[in-house]
Nanobody, 122 residues
Framework: QVQPVESGGGSVQAGGSLRLICEAS???????MGWFRQASGKDREFVAA????????YYGDPARGRFTIARDIARRTIYLQMNRLKPEDTAVYYC????????????????WGQGTQVTVSS
């Protein structure tokens, strides 16, 4: 089973950028990998997803127009480029391997990384 490992989080001022990295090590992964985020006291929220063999990304409402998901098939790595960050983007960001079902739902994923903290100050 694939084990996602995230990196690249940190603290940034509003308007800044960060790039998150997810390395999908271990066994076979699903066809899609996704990014979710969870702010303190809130539900886990879909950010973006991309297929290893499909070049069409999927974005949740928080990401459209500001974030870009990409993948490096040879390195089994997923990237999330986040631009024009806002304080409301502050959350723990998780990378996950999709198993089945709606890409936008967290319970459609069966392997999760431990998360990386993103903090955006105003």
């Amino acid at each position: 089973q694939v084990q996602p490992v995230e990196s690249g989080g940190g603290s940034v001022q509003a308007g800044g950028s960060l790039r998150l990295i997810c390395e999908a090590s271990g066994g076979l992964s699903g066809e899609f990998m996704g990014w979710f985020r969870q702010a303190s006291g809130k539900d886990r929220e879909f950010v973006a997803a991309i297929g290893w063999n499909y070049d069409s990304p999927y974005y949740g409402d928080p990401a459209r127009g500001r974030f870009t998901i990409a993948r490096d098939i040879a390195r089994r790595t997923i990237y999330l480029q986040m631009n024009r960050l806002k304080p409301e983007d502050t959350a723990v960001y998780y990378c996950a391997a999709h198993s089945s079902g709606d890409l936008r739902l967290w319970d459609s994923y069966d392997s999760w990384g431990q998360g990386t903290q993103v903090t955006v100050s105003s």
